[in-house]
């Protein structure tokens, strides 16, 4: 594999930690400001950008490149208000689709029609999550105002597995 393709990837891994290490800030904040349902959809979120990590791994060692285990920026995010922690996580997801063009970059002007495969998947997976991160903010900006409407909507997010 290209060197430089595989070092992005590998700077990726590191990203895609550093991502569930910010969602389990986020989640961190609604659990000390009483809403378990946003807290569980922002844990589940961490987890999820933690399999993400792992199939960047996993695609690495595939391909018989080291993944060297940089250290993890802290993560300490504070937030004024709900609507400031939802834009947080939609800014995020935003920049982690342009670190992933600059990976499918890298790969097609390298020639590296695996990666560009590969790259699919998560190319596919940051249209759902910008979408969600979107709709979590025009459900706030909807019915954050209201606290009987935000305790709904709290039950509701709790139903995400
Ligand atoms: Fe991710």
């Known amino acids: 594999m290209n060197a430089k393709v595989a070092d992005l990837l590998a700077a990726q891994v590191n990203k895609e930690f550093y991502s569930a290490y910010l969602y389990l800030g986020i989640s961190k904040y609604f659990s000390q400001n009483d809403l378990p349902g946003f807290a569980s959809w922002y844990r589940a979120q961490a987890a999820e950008e ?6 960047i791994y996993d695609y690495l060692l595939d391909n018989d490149q080291d993944v060297p285990l940089t250290a ?13 922690a939802v834009k947080e996580a939609d800014k995020h997801e935003h920049y982690i689709t342009e670190e992933i063009n600059k990976i499918y970059d890298a790969a097609v002007s390298e020639k590296d029609y695996r990666t ?6 998560f190319i596919t997976e940051q249209v ?3 979408r969600n991160s979107r709709d979590m903010i025009t459900k706030v900006q909807m019915l954050g105002d209201k606290p009987k409407n935000l305790y709904l909507l709290d039950k509701d997010l709790s139903a995400r597995k």
């Open 72 to 84: 993890i920026e802290e993560a300490s995010p504070k937030f004024k208000t709900i609507l400031d």
């Open 128 to 130: 759902e999550e910008e």
């Open 50 to 55: 933690q399999e993400h990590a792992l199939k």
């Open 116 to 121: 560009q495969l590969f790259l699919n998947w």
